[in-house]
Structure formats: C-alpha cells, structure tokens
Antibody, heavy 120, light 109 residues
Framework: QVQLVESGGGVVQPGTSLRLSCAAS????????MHWVRQAPGKGLEWVALISDDGSNQHYADSVRGRFTVSRDNSKNTVYLQMNSLRAEDTATYFC?????????????WGQGTLVTVSS | DIQMTQSPSSLSASVGDRVKISCRASQAIRDYLNWYQQKPGKAPKLLIYAASSLQGGVPSRFSGSGFGTDFTLTISSLQPEDFAIYYC???????????FGQGTKLEIK
C-alpha cells in the first residue's frame, strides 16, 4: 500500500527558508514522478512543482520559480521541497502527490500535508 | 495561462440526487482532465482521470465525460459520504500549467 508522509512544516518569518520532505513507502522498488501541490487556508489547490522519476527534470509554477527547488533521493524514497525567500503568500498546506506515469498525468496518491505558515 | 472554470461554485443536493458539476478550460485540452474529491482536513482523492476513466476503488456512481474544453463530473445517486469539494485539473499543457479549477462545494440540502 502506497503511503506518502510529508514533514518539515512550521512557522517561519518572511525571507527565511524551510525544507519539506515527502517520504514514500509501498512503491515496490519503483520510482515515479512526484508533485508538490499547496492549498492556502480556505482556498483551492495550486500546483507547485514536479520532479521526474529519476530527478533529471523539474518544473515549477511561476509563483515559486527561482525561490523553490524540488529534489529527490531515490535511495531514501524521499522527495524534498527547498523553499527560500518565503513570503506571506506561501502560507499553505503543502501536499506531495505521486504521478503513476503513462500517457495521462494524474495524482493518484497524496500525503496528508504539512502546514507552512509565513508570518512575522 | 490556461484557466479552468468550474460551475457551479457551490451546490446543495439531497441524498439520492443526480448531480452534475461542470469544468471548462480556456483552451482545448483534449481529454487530459482529472477530477478530485476533497473532504475537510483531508488530502484530495483522485476520482476520474483522462476525462472519463474511473480510478481504481472509486464507486461506479461517479462518472466523467467531455473532450476539448467542456467536461462534466456526474454523481448518479448522491451518498452521504459524497458531500465534499470537487476540483477539476488539466494536465495537457506543460506542467507549469497543471491548473486546478476553483472547486465546487457540494452541500447537503
């Protein structure tokens, strides 16, 4: 059974950094593209970043490009989101999600989310 | 940028009702359209992918249709556990544009 567990959230001041982790289990030694999606309090879903299964390709939403970096360590089955120069508008619950691949991209397993609050 | 617009934004319905939620893309996305369900305090759950393919384990009362710019999620007979927020998402254009709709809140009448 696939399980994704995010960690690393917390309360930070504007301009500072934070690194989120997403630990995967139950993947049966396969690797998959992984996404980060965020949800501001009371708001809808916003796609944030994608990393390919081997880590060679990354894509970012315009709102985070140049500040956030997605990476992965497949030996640890973990994906990371390094968030720098944080702003109040980055306050959200951050979810990681697995993409099973194939012709149609979709997010078939999600973690429970980790809350990031950016406030002075 | 591509825009995904859902209608209605909120909907009141009763158990047993047939419900339809619409999603319109600002440009054609073929059938690269996913639907998710989210309950309060929980992560989203994939219901439908490729516009009409039912994700494993999802009840058959959920169905999806559409192609190009107009899509519909149908729940054939509402159950108490279906009251939630529903989001559509396009994955046709570049990952940078993997936009979600604004959500449709389905409430009990």
């Amino acid at each position: 059974q696939v399980q994704l567990v995010e960690s690393g959230g917390g309360v930070v001041q504007p301009g500072t950094s934070l690194r989120l982790s997403c630990a995967a289990s139950g993947l049966r030694s396969r690797t998959y593209a992984m996404h980060w999606v965020r949800q501001a309090p009371g708001k809808g879903l916003e796609w944030v970043a994608l990393i390919s299964d081997d880590g060679s390709n990354q894509h970012y939403a315009d709102s985070v490009r140049g500040r956030f970096t997605v990476s992965r360590d497949n030996s640890k089955n973990t994906v990371y989101l390094q968030m720098n120069s944080l702003r109040a508008e980055d306050t959200a619950t951050y979810f990681c999600a697995k993409d099973p691949g194939g012709y149609y991209s979709r997010f078939d397993y999600w973690g429970q989310g980790t809350l990031v609050t950016v406030s002075s | 940028d591509i825009q995904m617009t859902q209608s209605p934004s909120s909907l009141s319905a009763s158990v047993g009702d047939r419900v339809k939620i619409s999603c319109r893309a600002s440009q054609a996305i073929r059938d690269y359209l996913n639907w998710y369900q989210q309950k309060p305090g929980k992560a989203p759950k994939l219901l439908i992918y490729a516009a009409s393919s039912l994700q494993g384990g999802v009840p058959s009362r959920f169905s999806g249709s559409g192609f190009g710019t107009d899509f519909t999620l149908t729940i054939s007979s509402l159950q108490p556990e279906d009251f939630a927020i529903y989001y559509c998402q396009q994955t046709y254009l570049s990952p940078e544009a993997y936009a979600f709709g604004q959500g449709t809140k389905l409430e009990i009448k």
